[in-house]
T-cell receptor
Framework: EAGVAQSPRYKIIEKRQSVAFWCNPISGHATLYWYQQILGQGPKLLIQFQNNGVVDDSQLPKDRFSAERLKGVDSTLKIQPAKLEDSAVYLC??????????????FGPGTRLTVT | QQQVKQSPQSLIVQKGGISIINCAYENTAFDYFPWYQQFPGKGPALLIAIRPDVSEKKEGRFTISFNKSAKQFSLHIMDSQPGDSATYFCAASRETSGSRLTFGEGTQLTVNP
């Protein structure tokens, strides 16, 4: 079974530029999450989708971050304009929607963003 | 209320020893407590998880101990191996939050040969 795919793996941009990350979840996983992991810290949820609807975006800095999940499969996360403090690893995860396994989240390799 | 506090920040053990990582939570509504293992350049991988209706869960060399009254849970790695060297994160979630995970700060484990 293929895991969660993310691209690009690395991105370096200057502050005030824009950037987009892509995620393809595990087939059949209706729930998709974007996390931000700052170096030396645990991941922090940015946004959660169930199918193509937003379940939780309470910690998403909406003035600069946006995310969409068209057709309930792939998702993109965008930052515009980027700030220095956005330097982090952006992780995508997915899980089943129901059943005892719905709590199990599977993470992709992440995209390491460096803002200079 | 939503925090999960993890200790120690780093841990060094000898091969064959026992590694113990502790976490404490505040929100009594949490009902799922997983541990994730993360290697450099990789995403976190689910290692083992427990629900508050049991006090212990064991899978191979990995054991979670759960103390509901103290709001604490811990990961024990028996017979630690150099390949276990990684960063370990505890986390917690509750069903009504849509399974959103709240992570601890992480423990960097080094197992010396």
């Amino acid at each position: 079974e293929a895991g969660v795919a993310q691209s690009p793996r690395y991105k370096i941009i200057e502050k005030r530029q824009s950037v987009a990350f892509w995620c393809n979840p595990i087939s059949g996983h209706a729930t998709l999450y974007w996390y931000q992991q700052i170096l030396g810290q645990g991941p922090k949820l940015l946004i959660q989708f169930q199918n193509n609807g937003v379940v939780d975006d309470s910690q998403l800095p909406k003035d600069r971050f946006s995310a969409e999940r068209l057709k309930g499969v792939d998702s993109t996360l965008k930052i515009q304009p980027a700030k220095l403090e956005d330097s982090a690893v952006y992780l995508c995860a997915s899980s089943l929607t129901s059943g005892v396994s719905s709590y199990e989240q599977y993470f992709g390799p992440g995209t390491r963003l460096t803002v200079t | 209320q939503q925090q999960v506090k993890q200790s120690p920040q780093s841990l060094i053990v000898q091969k064959g020893g026992i590694s113990i990582i502790n976490c404490a939570y505040e929100n009594t509504a949490f009902d799922y407590f997983p541990w994730y293992q993360q290697f450099p350049g990789k995403g976190p991988a689910l290692l083992i998880a427990i629900r508050p209706d049991v006090s212990e869960k064991k899978e191979g060399r990995f054991t979670i101990s759960f103390n509901k009254s103290a709001k604490q849970f811990s990961l024990h790695i028996m017979d630690s191996q150099p390949g276990d060297s990684a960063t370990y994160f505890c986390a917690a979630s509750r069903e009504t939050s849509g399974s959103r995970l709240t992570f601890g700060e992480g423990t960097q484990l080094t197992v010396n040969p």
